[in-house]
């Protein structure tokens, strides 16, 4: 059980599982192999930083995820948590996976986050987009 204040660092985790019940400010992964991390709410943001492999399911709320050099996550949103913004730096191979509308808990769509940007100059300034692909 935790409380609103607490925060959560988990540093150089290998094949572990972490369950946080409770309301918790915020959390930090950081060079973790292949964790995974079932939380029920946090107040402030989910940190993962060179982590390959994770796995993040919230069950409640959670406002920000921030995610920084790491390959092949998978992040489980629950209709609570469907406004979260998440901030991508150098990852690749990650995938959200959100809750169907009008199906049971726990019934989840897989989404991919796009890992390749267009950039080019437009009036001066850089405007950046997705690269969508056809097909």
Known sequence: ???????????ACTK????IKGKINAITLFSCKSC???VDSVVSSISVTSSPG???????????????STDGGTIFLSRDSLATE??????SNIN??????GEEEG????????E????????????????????
């Open 36 to 38: 995974s991390l079932l």
């Open 107 to 114: 019934v989840f769509e897989e989404a991919p986050m796009p």
């Open 54 to 68: 994770f796995a993040v399911q919230v069950t409640g709320s959670a406002p920000t995820f921030q995610l920084d």
């Open 86 to 91: 998440i901030t991508t730096a150098k990852c």
């Open 16 to 19: 572990t599982t972490v369950v």
């Open 96 to 101: 959200v996976n959100l809750p169907v509308e």
């Open 116 to 135: 390749m940007m267009l950039t080019k100059v437009v009036n001066g300034k850089l405007v950046t987009s997705i690269v969508e692909h056809a097909g």
């Open 1 to 11: 059980e935790t409380e609103r204040s607490q925060v959560v660092n988990l540093y």
